[in-house]
């Protein structure tokens, strides 16, 4: 089974962990606004970067889903 993240999804994901990281880190204003214009400006739909973090999100989860599924095989039934 393979499972993967469309660009939209891993911005939004992007956008609600900027923000909750901006709103709980206890940043003051201009820092809090500079973290946000980074998001905005340089993590957009289709920027290089973006493209970057949805292939290594993908990638990640990828890793995680095979791992798991080795795990289950190596492990007895019997426990």
Known sequence: MEIKFAD??????LTLL??????EAGLEDKDRAMLKRWRTSEMRLG??????????VND????????????????????
């Open 8 to 13: 939209d999804e891993v911005n939004e994901m």
């Open 18 to 23: 900027v923000n909750r990281m901006a709103d």
């Open 47 to 56: 920027s290089d970067d973006m493209d970057d973090l949805v292939i290594k």
């Open 60 to 79: 990640d989860l990828a890793k995680l889903t095979e791992r798991r599924a080795k795990s289950h095989i190596r492990r007895p039934d019997w426990r």
